[in-house]
Each structure stands twice: as C-alpha cells, then as structure tokens.
Nanobody, 128 residues
Framework: QLQLVESGGGLVQPGGSLRLTCAVS???????IGWFRQAPGKEREGVSC????????SSADSVKERFTISRDNAENTVYLQMNSLKPEDTGVYYC??????????????????????WGQGTQVTVSS
C-alpha cells in the first residue's frame, strides 16, 4: 500500500498560481498518479494524471492549458502546477495512486475507480 501526502495548498487571488506537491512512499514507480478535487457540495472530479514513466499525461478539459502535471521519480514526487486560477478551482485537492501496477508505461486515467491509495488532501481557495 502506498502512502501519499499532499502539500502546497493555500489562498490565492484569481489569476494567481500555486504548485501542489504529492510525496509518495512505497514503490511509486510502478503506479500512475492522479490529482482529484472536490468542492463543497460537489462530487469529486479528476483533474490530471501522469503515467508511471512520466511520458503520458491527461487532464480534464476544465484545466487544460492552465494546469501541468509532472513527476520526479528520483524523488518519488508528483507536482501539479496550477496557473491562471479561477474561483471555480476552489476545493480540496487529493493525489492518488492507481490500484494496479499492470499498466503500460504511457497509460494513466482520471477515473477515480482506477485508484486505490489516496492522500488526505490539501485545501485550495481562489478568492479576492
């Protein structure tokens, strides 16, 4: 079982930037990693994912061109760079690791059912 710890959340004005960090312990090189978010009163939604090699990524349409996911396998860390933040980006952000390691090195998904280990979340608030 992997352990994931998020950090980097906070309060930022619209148009600002934040970088979230997900520190992963265990054997993270075998798993793809995703970022999810949940706003008050709304369902959790997938934001971005990155393959175990780092060569494959995918993002939700709502964050494309604004958010960038990356990973440093030497440091067992995954990042989510968030630019041009909007109030609707507000929520608790979670990182998660895939349930299975039997996936291609370029594959990832932002479907929550494909993830088995979750972090505790970090709050992001976009407000003036």
């Amino acid at each position: 079982q992997l352990q994931l710890v998020e950090s980097g959340g906070g309060l930022v004005q619209p148009g600002g930037s934040l970088r979230l960090t997900c520190a992963v312990s265990g054997s993270p090189l075998d798993y793809f990693i995703g970022w999810f978010r949940q706003a008050p009163g709304k369902e959790r939604e997938g934001v971005s994912c990155i393959s175990k090699s780092g060569a494959g990524t995918s993002s939700a349409d709502s964050v494309k061109e604004r958010f960038t996911i990356s990973r440093d396998n030497a440091e067992n860390t995954v990042y989510l760079q968030m630019n041009s933040l909007k109030p609707e980006d507000t929520g608790v952000y979670y990182c998660a690791a895939s349930s299975s390691s039997w996936v291609g090195r370029y594959y990832c998904s932002i479907r929550a059912r494909e993830f088995g280990s979750w972090g505790q979340g970090t709050q992001v608030t976009v407000s003036s």
